[in-house]
């Protein structure tokens, strides 16, 4: 049987650049709070609890998470028009305006212009990713190539971390400006050899061309007949044209009671993860080792090694996802991140700005346990769990609404965190600690597992009729239906042969149009 092949890994490798540029343009922010250079060239205090400060932090923070919801919403309305393609071409190219008006900034106000502006591409950015791998992955492997959004997102926060440490030393006025350049380009320069994800393409009526994608992107040599995407293309066919008369604006999707489950489980389980308090613990971490006593440039090294290590967490993960199944890994992550929060609180509330070694030490400790369990159970998983709920009409509306949920509340979060802390402190974590464990009950009952089974096959967990059930086929039921398929292919040359244009039957109809007599 095929699956993904070189060519499969290396498009998937390339996208998650684009998942790379979402995690340095959000995380970019945190070295810089550590530059003296950005304080003075702004002409902002550094010291802790100055409530100008405060505001600024708390308002560039903000306002690049609104961004993000702007740009999720842009794609919810725009995602199914032009492609997957075509809209990370154009949110690329705005993430490349946004990091020139951050680098050119000669004031507070034009950077956080180019905050928002970078929130809305990178936004827009994370809510295509995921959902490109998985049409373009097969059942058995999805969870692997979606959770590489999650690596390559990670991969931002290193960069990002690793750059600022090293900016740390140089021109203190232009170290925390060059940040803002590495990444929005690389998109932009592969995007014209990735193929348009096959689904989209039988969404949009173009069946030869999805055909022939799916034929790229899953064969291998142990699969001579492309039995695989043969397969892959009847099921996508069949459930495209079951759902073809559904609706798709957000409003009658609400009216569909399968579909307004699937929404409010994407939205609800993206506002418990962020309730986990990880993007207040990334982007305030510099101030939070201040916190700790720790100063200079150890508090950049630090944060560089955490981001570090959540690199090499997430990509573990990746290899356990399509093992231990998406629900069970993102249980285990929220319990064991509600634990290490709670710990992390307890540290800096009695050790905080204390010369207390150990008490501080294990306050780093805990927030590396903590970076290891959201990194391991949840990252990567949340990004395929996401991109399988929803069927192909709507995949793109769904996914961009349960991340407009995530940057939502990283707005909420973010946006008062730099008062709460200069005003409570380690209080504020208390709102973590509560909010996600009141949340954890929803994601142990109310999250069916979709491990294993195709996009198409995902729907049956929520009450709609499939198409075609590939994943409950018996041996011989599967044989029977491959057997007719090459029957049918018998018609015509094997396609890698020639493209499925040129391809056609003795009656002279495209070996598209067999497919669709096939299993009825």
Known sequence: MGGANTYNFLVAAAVTVGAFTYGFNNSVIAPVYGMAGFFSYFELSPEAGNQQTASVIGAANGLFFAGGMLGCFTIAWKGDVLGRVRNLQIVAAICLVAAIIQGASVHIAMYIVGRFLSGYGSGGMIALIPIYLSEISPPHMRGRMVGLAAVGQVLGYCTAGWAGYGCYFGNTNMSWRLLTFISPTFILTVSPWLPESPRWLILCDHHERAFATLQ??????????????????????????????????????????????????????????????????????????????????????????????????????????????????????????????????????????????????????????????????????????????????????????????????????????????????????????????????????????TKGLTLEEVGQLFGDEVGLDLSHMTAEQREELDRKLLSEAGKVPIANEGTVEQVVSKDGTSIVSHFGKVAE
């Not at 099921?235 to 409003?251: A, C, E, G, H, N």
């Not at 356990?320 to 890994?329: E, L, T, Y």
């Open 216 to 449: 790229k992107l899953h064969h291998k040599t142990q699969d001579t007949q492309d039995i695989l995407a043969r397969e892959e293309y009847l099921q996508i066919k069949k459930q495209v044209d079951l759902d073809s008369s559904k609706p798709r604006t957000l409003l009658a999707i609400l009216k569909i009671p399968s579909y307004r489950r699937r929404l409010f489980t994407a939205m609800l389980l993206e506002f418990l993860f962020q309730s986990t308090g990880v993007l207040v613990v990334n982007n305030y971490q510099v101030l939070l080792y201040n916190n700790l006593g720790l100063t200079g440039s150890l508090p950049l090294m630090l944060y560089a090694v955490y981001c570090s290590w959540a690199g090499i967490v997430n990509y573990l993960s990746t290899f356990f996802i399509d093992r231990f199944g998406r629900v069970k890994m993102m249980i285990y992550g929220t319990i064991g991140s509600i634990i290490n929060v709670a710990l992390l609180m307890t540290m800096i509330a009695v050790y905080g700005g204390t010369s207390n070694k150990i008490g501080n030490g294990f306050g780093v400790f805990f927030l590396f346990f903590f970076v290891t369990c959201y990194g391991f159970g949840i990252d990567p998983t949340v990004y395929v769990y996401l991109s399988e709920l929803f069927p192909t009409h709507i995949r793109a509306q769904g996914f961009a609404m349960g991340i407009a949920s995530f940057l939502g509340s990283a707005l909420v979060y973010n946006e008062v965190a730099g008062t709460a802390f200069a005003t409570i402190g380690w209080k504020y974590y208390l709102v973590f600690v509560s909010v996600s464990a009141a949340g954890l009950p929803f994601l142990i009952f109310c999250c069916p597992e």
